[in-house]
C-alpha cells in the first residue's frame, strides 16, 4: 500500500471555519440556518476529532515504525471525563472555536454543556486511569488503553428527601462523537463448555465453549499535551453473533424469545459495577473481566504478530499493566492462548507470561480483594481453572522449595483457598504471573509488604516496588482553573510549567510578595463566586470523595454537630463562616454510606433553618459528584478533607488535586498525605489522629468507642443529639454504628481531630499566613504529577522509553 499523502488541516481561522461548516453539511446533513445546538456541538467535536486524528496518524506511523516494546494498561475503569474543553485544549484551537460558531449564533460555554462524561468509572481507580494515559502520551509512550464500553456508566444521583437515588447513566444517549467504531477488529469470545485432550499432548486441550459473543471496539484519542503523540484508549462492546436473531421465532410472534441471545450477548458490557470497594461476587462480573482480557489479548497478539514473528520476542515488546485484579484472569488466557492455540510447550508460555504481566494493587480493605468461587470458574471458565491449578501446582513447588514442610504457608499463599468454600485469590495469581507487583503510595506498599502480601514479598522481595500516584495538571489545575493558571504561567513566564510541574517550586519566592499574594487571594475568591456553594468569603471546608466508612465522612459530620452546639451555646461567639461541602455517590447496596448521606442532608437541613447558627455554617451536599463537577469545586476549595483511618487510603488523589489548587489539607497520616505533607512542609499540613501502628495497635489492645463517648462531653452531646433525633430524627443508625464497633475508630480520633480544626481557624485568622500555606502548597506538589507517576512506570516497571513523533509527515 503505497501512502498517499492527504491535504493537510489547515491552521488558520478560515481554515477551521471552513471544516467546522463542512463538518456541519457533510457530517451532519444540515445548515448554519437549521443546526440545532447538538449539529453544532457535534459539528465541532469532529472539526477538532480530526486536527488531533492527524496527530493520531502520525503517531501510528512513527510508533509502528519504531517496533517499541508497547505499554498496554487493562482497566475495568476509566474515568476519562468530559472530552471537549481537553480536546480544544491539547489541539490548541479553542480561540479558533469560539470565533467559528459565532456565525451560527453559537456560545462555546453553551456548547460545551452539550458534552457529556463519559462515566465509565467508580471513582479513585478509573481517574487513575485517566490520568495515567494521558500522561503516556503527553510523554510520547507508546501504550494503549483497553477497557469496557458500558452502555451505561456510573449511576446519575440525585437527592431524594435527603438520600440518595439513583438513576441509569445513559451516557451516549446522544451518540459519542469522540469515538471510532472498529468493527473490523471484532474478536469472538467464549464462555462455559467443556474441554477435551488433545492426542499427543499432555498439557494443551480443546475449550469447546456452550456460549460465544463478539467483543466489538471502538476508539477515542488520547492526545499529550504540547507534543505530536495522539495514543488510543479501545474499549471493547459485547455484540450476539450474526445468527443471534432467530428469525424464525420472530415470525412465530415470539418476540422477546427471538433477541434473547443478543441480549444476553450485550448484557455482558450494559453496566459498570457500581461498588468500588466490596465484591459482590456476580458471574456477570466475572464474564466482564474475561471479556475485557480475551478481546485485549487477541487484539494484542494481533498487533505484535503485525511486525514480529518469534513468540520468545512477545514480552519484549508487550508490558501489560493490570489495574488491580479485576484483569487478573488475563494470565490464564494468555496461556490457554500460547499453549493451546499457538501450541508453546507450558514452560515456554509461563516464562513468557510472566514477563508480560505487571499488577498495580489499589486497595488494602480485604473485602475488596476479589475472590471467586472454583465452582463458578468451573462452570463460565472451565478451561482456565485447569490452567490456574496447574499455575499454582507448579507454583506451590516453589514455595515448598524457599519454605521445606511449612504447609501452613503453603495454604496461606495457595491461589486456591481451601477454608470454606474453595475460591480462587486473585490477587495471589496477580503476584505469582506478574513480574512487578506495586502499591499507590508509600504507606500503602510497605503495608502490602508486611500484611496482606507479606508471604509473596518474603518469597519475591524484589518483586514488589511503590509506584506512588499522581494526576493530569492539565484536566485538574490548565482547565479546572484557568484562573490560577494564567497567575502560575504569569510568574513563571509561559506554561512550560503543564509538562513540568516540578517548576512550580519556582512561585516559592512569590509567596512573600504582597502583590502575588492578593492576586492569589482573588482568584480563589472568583472560583468561589462561580462556585456559588456559599460566602465567599467563608472557609470553603471541602469533603469530595465516594462514600465509605474508612473514609470518615461520619468524622466530618460529628465535627459540623459540634459547631453547631457550639455556635448556639455562644450565638455572639467570633466564630469564622464555614462552608462544609460534600459531594460522592455510595454504591446502592452500601445501606451504611446512605444512611451517613441521609444524616448529612438532615443536619444539612436542620442548621439552615436555625437563624442563630445558618449566619455562621453552612453545609451543602452537591448531587451527582463526577470529574466535571469535580473540576468545579477543586479551585474553590479553601479545606480539604483527608480524613480517612490511617492504613486505610490506599493514597487518594483527590488530596493532590486539591493541594495543588492551593487549598490547605487537614489530614491523618495515610496514604498519599504523609508524601503530601513531606512535600508541602508539615507547617503547611493539618495533622491529626492516630498514625496506622496506633490504629492497629488500638484495635489489637481491644478498642472501646463507648470510653470516648463517656469521656468527651462534645462527643457525647454530638451522638445524644442524633439518637434524640434533633436532625430530623435521621441517623441513629450512623450514631449506633459508632457506638457499637466504630469499625474505623472515628471516636478515637474526634478530639485531635476537633483541635486540628481549631489550629485551622487560628490560621485562616492570619489571612496572609493562610495565603503563603496555600501558594507554597501548590509550589511545592511538582511530584504529584502524573507525569512523574508515569516516568517511575516507564523506568522501573515497565522498562520503556519515550517515542518521538514528528511534526510533519
Ligand atoms: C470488587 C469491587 C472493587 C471495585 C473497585 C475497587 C478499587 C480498587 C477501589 C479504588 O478505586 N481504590 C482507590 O484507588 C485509588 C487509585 O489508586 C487510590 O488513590 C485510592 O486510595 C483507592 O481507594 C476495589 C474493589
Redesign the pocket.
Known sequence: RQGIGLRRLGSTADDFQQDLLSSLYYRKGTTVESASARDAYEALALTVRDRLADRRARTAAAQFAHNPRWVYYLSAEYLLGAQLEQNLLYSGTGDLAAQALKPLGRSLEEIEDLDVEPGLG????GR?AACLIDSMATRDIPAVGYGIRYDFGIFKQSLEDGGQAERADDWAFHGNPWEFPAPDDRQTVGFYGHTEPVPGSPVRKRWVPGETVLGEPSHMLVPGYNTETVNIVRLWRARGSEASFDLSRFSAGQYAEAVQEAVRAENISKVLYP?????LGRELRLKQQYFLCSCSLRDIIRRFRLRNENWDDFADKTIIQLN?THPTVAIPELMRLLVDEYELDWDRAWSITRRTFAYTC??LLPE?L?TWPVHMFERLLPRHLEIIYLINMHFLREVEAHFPGDADRIRRMSIIGENGERRVRMAHLAVVGTEAVNG?AELHSKLLRETVLQDFADLWPAKFQNVT?GISPRRFIRLANPRLSEVISDGLGGDGWLNDLDRLAELESLADDPAFRERWRSVKRANKVDLAAGDPDSLTDVMIKRFHEYKRQQLKLLHVITMYHRIRENPNGDWIPRTVLFAGKAAPAYHAAKHIIRLINAVAATIAADPVVAPHLRVVFAENYNVTLAERIIPAADLSEQISLAGK?????GNMKLALNGALTIGTLD?ANIEIRAHVGEENFFLFGLDAFQAAEARINGYHPREHYERDAELRAALDAINAGAFGGVGREVAESLLGWDEYLTLADYRSYLDCQEEVERAWRDRDRWTRMSILNTARCGFFSADRTVADYAARIWRVAPVPVPRED
Do not use: C, I, K, Q
Open positions: 467508580n471513582g479513585g481507580l487513575l461498588d468500588d470497594s466490596t465484591e488491580d489499589h486497595t475488596a476479589e499507590v500516584n487510603e490506599a493514597s487518594g488523589t496514604g
